[in-house]
């Protein structure tokens, strides 16, 4: 066995220690010395040598949550982690994935999956159907371009192919509205022979049927860029595919699939158009935004100019499962500054932004009333991050607010008017509340 290996199972077994602190009793006084393997253990590492032994190799998956050549997960609802290892057979395009089933204090193989390929891409285990037992999800990578997915029932730890031979580009799963279970849905750009993009839904039923429901991404879909799990305004489980391509009004997209009385479903399509053209953008990815769960997609507005300079505001919309779109909150990013202030609803078309960084070491945004009638700016607040020597004691000076410490940097904000004044709100609790620092994924220029 090479070194490579045996470093392997070495780091493998020890990791277990860690993982299966129920099955091992570590006292104070062993932390401070070396590792003790237990016998289970040693029997196991008996069992992948003989795998390794007969040619076999570790096939770790490519990509995908789970990416270890030796894994370790709780398949069955027993509160026991069963070790799923994955192997390769140089020359002969087999992949093997074995399960190793802990009895009587030795590790026994309980299933051995079996698939033709180059390559494993990616790994899931999925409870389907809700019934305590993981399917496994397997993405089998054949040559530079192509992925199949296969799905596999191990009740009984006897291997079921429930789903074979699926190409696709990228796998998520969806949980189900009723907590059951979770669907896997796999996602497929366009190509010659299939056509244009799509995810297709596949359920498991409580009689072991898989049902599948195809629906349509965004037409001029090119490439997924990421994948986001979470929820809708009323609470329900939803997929946000983000993509890249050419669309009348950006370059980015966000398709948003859920299900609508049982039916999967791509809620923010325009039959129409076949795109779903409000979440059409630049850059700018989903998000939370304020952590409720509730994913949000952006939109930039250009706000009020004090100058030749452009500034935005960035409007959060959130879908329900009937497809309707509903104005979340609006916010504005200061990317060289690194925070964010989420604007009331009473700022929208009335409220103007410039910079003034006029003094060493400090950064200010200006935030100012604008009235139409009287075609003029009033100052009402002052947002400051401030660098350098005595950052936080300078952020406390005048009538400055300290609002964070970040690092060698402070953050500091000033009221500029009698608060609540113009008829909108800003007071301090207000800004203190509304105030923080940027996620990067949402940056653009302020």
């Known amino acids: 066995m090479n070194v490579k290996v045996r470093i392997q199972i070495i780091v ?5 220690i860690v993982f299966l602190s129920g099955c091992l009793r570590i006292s104070a006084d062993d932390l401070y010395a070396l590792p003790e393997v237990s016998e289970e253990y040693l029997r196991l590492q008996a069992h992948i040598n003989i795998v390794l032994a007969q040619g076999a190799e570790f096939a770790a998956p490519a990509r995908g949550p789970n990416r270890q050549a030796v894994q370790l997960m709780d398949l069955n609802g027993t509160g026991s982690n069963e070790v799923i290892a994955f192997f390769t057979v140089p020359g002969e395009s087999t992949l093997k994935i074995y399960i190793f089933e802990l009895i009587d204090d030795d590790y026994i193989i309980a299933d051995i999956i079996e698939g033709i390929g180059t390559d494993i891409d990616s790994v899931r285990y999925v409870d389907m159907d809700g019934d305590g037992i993981m399917e496994i999800i397997i993405g089998w990578q054949m040559g530079s371009a192509l992925k199949y997915m296969s799905i596999y029932s191990i009740a009984g730890f006897q291997n079921r192919l429930l789903v074979s031979g699926e190409e696709y580009t990228e796998i998520t799963t969806l949980s189900k509205n009723d907590d059951s279970g979770e669907d896997v849905i796999v996602l497929r750009l366009p190509t010659q022979e299939a056509g244009g993009p799509i995810a297709k839904n596949f359920s498991l039923m409580q009689d072991g049927e898989i049902v599948t429901q195809e629906v349509r991404l965004s037409t001029g879909v090119e490439s997924i860029s990421r994948i986001l799990t979470g929820k809708l305004s009323d609470s329900i489980p939803a997929v946000f ?8 009004n ?9 299900r609508r ?6 809620i923010s399509l325009h039959s129409a158009t076949g795109v779903s053209d409000e979440t059409v953008r630049h850059r700018m990815s989903s998000s939370e935004v304020n952590n409720d769960g509730i994913i949000k997609i952006p939109q930039l507005r250009r706000l009020i100019a004090q100058s030749e300079t452009e500034y935005f505001a960035i409007d959060w919309y959130m879908y329900s499962s009937l497809g309707e779109r509903l104005l979340s909150l609006t916010t504005y990013h200061n ?4 925070w964010y202030l989420i604007l009331p609803p009473d700022w929208r078309e009335k409220v103007s932004v410039r910079r003034e960084d006029a003094v060493p070491g400090e950064r200010t945004i200006i935030f100012s009333y604008f009235a139409t009638d009287a075609e ?4 009402f607040l002052k947002i400051f991050k401030l660098s350098g020597d005595n950052a936080e004691q300078r952020a406390s000076s005048d009538e400055r607010v300290l609002l964070m410490v970040q690092g060698m940097s402070a953050y500091a904000f000033e009221l500029l008017a009698v608060p609540d004044s113009f008829g909108i709100t800003f007071n301090e609790d207000m800004i203190r509340n509304n105030f923080r620092l940027m996620n990067t994924q949402w940056q653009l220029g302020s």
């Open 241 to 248: 595919v983000e993509s890249e391509g050419k669309f009348d």
């Open 12 to 16: 493998f077994i020890l990791s277990s």
């Open 261 to 266: 009385d049982g039916d999967f479903t791509n």
């Open 250 to 258: 950006g370059s980015l997209v966000t398709d948003v699939l859920s």
């Open 376 to 379: 003029q700016h009033e100052d």
């Open 335 to 338: 990317n060289f500054d690194e």
